[in-house]
């Protein structure tokens, strides 16, 4: 299949090789010819306004495809707009973006359409330079929304055209360097189709997301752009891209109660700022603690003397782990079921927290116990 993609590019000579510029430009052909007919159905791409392509870019940082399909779904359909977004209370923008995680990222949406409704007239500006300047938007998103909403000729360097283009380049420096994704995004700039930036840039997504994966071995012989692949060429996959090694992750210990009183259960808001700021969780303590100490430990947070003799039972409610970017929590839950609930904590109906207030991923495990007995 690919001697159909080589007609469509410079050919290298042996003698000759290619310099980076003509390399670059040698992908361009095969690139959207192959795009045409390979590109995925995705409801983002279905009528790829700007607030969609915004909206759609900032979910997928960091989350699968897959998983965003129902959370982009549901958002268009309560915030269809710049100004509805603008408008929405924090706490029901934190619910639709509950299980999404990285929660800042939602609360720059707002703030940024905040700006646009301010000093834009509510619609999403149609420079690079002008959408950098808004909350949440970086090079990568800026590109992605001028390129594909506006078809302004600038790139758009995520981790999968970072991916790509070091195999096609043979680049074996640190592909986490700034310095890399700079370098890259100016010799894309200078050689992308300047009256297809759209089906270029996607293109680059694409092949990264479905070929040149991030995991597991690249499919070389569906890639358009093998005949050119430096990285192929050298037998490099394997060494190619570099990322130099993270450090380990802090590993935090944490006892997770379920204070229940019939269909009520116990949550409090997290503070303002710091991880997950704002939502709200269950009642959780540092370390891991055994059953018999859980009544004592109930007693002693809330602060109210006697509370621990209206425990009628205490369960274990299992173990979980949930990753963040620099920390790991390991947890322990218990359920208490109780004739009082404390009065430092907000008292809820169970369904209610699924419907109204934002839990975090990191306590799926125990809304998923709460949700079959409710």
Same mark, same amino acid.
């Given at each position: 299949?690919?001697?159909?993609?080589?007609?469509?590019?410079?050919?290298?000579?042996?003698?000759?090789?290619?310099?980076?510029?003509?390399?670059?430009?040698?992908?361009?052909?095969?690139?959207?010819?192959?795009?045409?007919?390979?590109?995925?159905?995705?409801?983002?791409?279905?009528?790829?306004?700007?607030?969609?392509?915004?909206?759609?870019?900032?979910?997928?940082?960091?989350?699968?495809?897959?998983?965003?399909?129902?959370?982009?779904?549901?958002?268009?359909?309560?915030?269809?707009?710049?100004?509805?977004?603008?408008?929405?209370?924090?706490?029901?923008?934190?619910?639709?973006?509950?299980?999404?995680?990285?929660?800042?990222?939602?609360?720059?949406?707002?703030?940024?359409?905040?700006?646009?409704?301010?000093?834009?007239?509510?619609?999403?500006?149609?420079?690079?330079?002008?959408?950098?300047?808004?909350?949440?938007?970086?090079?990568?998103?800026?590109?992605?929304?001028?390129?594909?909403?506006?078809?302004?000729?600038?790139?758009?360097?995520?981790?999968?055209?970072?991916?790509?283009?070091?195999?096609?380049?043979?680049?074996?420096?640190?592909?986490?360097?700034?310095?890399?994704?700079?370098?890259?995004?100016?010799? +894309?700039? #200078?050689? /992308? =189709?300047?009256?297809?930036? $759209?089906?270029?840039? &996607?293109?680059?997504? @694409?092949?990264?997301?479905?070929?040149?994966?991030?995991?597991?071995?690249?499919?070389?012989?569906?890639?358009?752009?093998?005949?050119?692949?430096?990285?192929?060429?050298?037998?490099?996959?394997?060494?190619?891209?570099?990322?130099?090694?993270?450090?380990?992750?802090?590993?935090?210990?944490?006892?997770?109660?379920?204070?229940?009183?019939?269909?009520?259960?116990?949550?409090?808001?997290?503070?303002?700022?710091?991880?997950?700021?704002?939502?709200?969780?269950?009642?959780?303590?540092?370390?891991?603690?055994?059953?018999?100490?859980?009544?004592?430990?109930?007693?002693?947070?809330?602060?109210?003397?006697?509370?621990?003799?209206?425990?009628?039972?205490?369960?274990?409610?299992?173990?979980?782990?949930?990753?963040?970017?620099?920390?790991?929590?390991?947890?322990?839950?218990?359920?208490? +079921?109780? #004739?009082? /609930? =404390?009065?430092?904590?907000? $008292?809820?109906?169970? &369904?209610?927290?699924? @419907?109204?207030?934002?839990?975090?991923?990191?306590?799926?495990?125990?809304?998923?116990?709460?949700?079959?007995?409710?």
């Amino acid at each position: 299949m690919n001697h159909l993609y080589e007609k469509l590019q410079m050919l290298e000579r042996e003698d000759r090789p290619f310099s980076r510029t003509e390399r670059l430009k040698a992908m361009n052909g095969p690139l959207l010819f192959w795009y045409q007919g390979h590109a995925r159905i995705l409801p983002w791409r279905d009528n790829p306004t700007a607030y969609q392509v915004w909206i759609s870019e900032i979910m997928l940082q960091q989350t699968r495809v897959e998983a965003v399909k129902p959370y982009f779904s549901r958002f268009l359909e309560v915030l269809p707009d710049v100004r509805t977004l603008a408008q929405v209370e924090e706490e029901k923008l934190l619910k639709l973006w509950e299980g999404l995680g990285y929660y800042n990222r939602a609360r720059n949406l707002k703030k940024a359409a905040e700006i646009v409704v301010r000093d834009y007239e509510g619609k999403l500006p149609a420079s690079y330079e002008e959408l950098l300047k808004l909350p949440g938007i970086g090079s990568y998103t800026a590109g992605a929304i001028a390129s594909i909403a506006y078809g302004i000729p600038v790139p758009a360097v995520d981790g999968n055209v970072l991916r790509v283009i070091s195999r096609v380049l043979a680049e074996e420096e640190d592909i986490r360097k700034q310095s890399i994704k700079h370098r890259i995004e100016d010799h +894309l700039k #200078e050689t /992308m =189709p300047k009256n297809q930036a $759209s089906s270029f840039n &996607q293109g680059l997504i @694409e092949i990264g997301a479905i070929i040149c994966v991030p995991n597991g071995q690249p499919k070389c012989q569906e890639c358009p752009l093998e005949s050119i692949c430096l990285a192929r060429k050298q037998g490099l996959t394997d060494r190619i891209p570099y990322k130099a090694p993270k450090k380990p992750r802090k590993v935090e210990e944490r006892t997770i109660l379920l204070i229940e009183s019939g269909q009520q259960i116990a949550i409090r808001k997290r503070p303002d700022h710091g991880l997950l700021a704002s939502l709200y969780e269950f009642p959780n303590y540092e370390g891991i603690w055994k059953k018999e100490d859980v009544a004592g430990l109930v007693e002693r947070s809330c602060g109210e003397p006697g509370l621990a003799e209206g425990i009628r039972e205490i369960e274990y409610a299992g173990e979980a782990k949930h990753i963040f970017s620099h920390v790991e929590w390991h947890m322990t839950g218990y359920r208490i +079921l109780t #004739e009082k /609930m =404390p009065s430092a904590y907000l $008292s809820v109906e169970k &369904q209610e927290i699924f @419907e109204k207030y934002p839990l975090p991923n990191a306590f799926c495990a125990y809304t998923k116990l709460i949700r079959g007995e409710s």
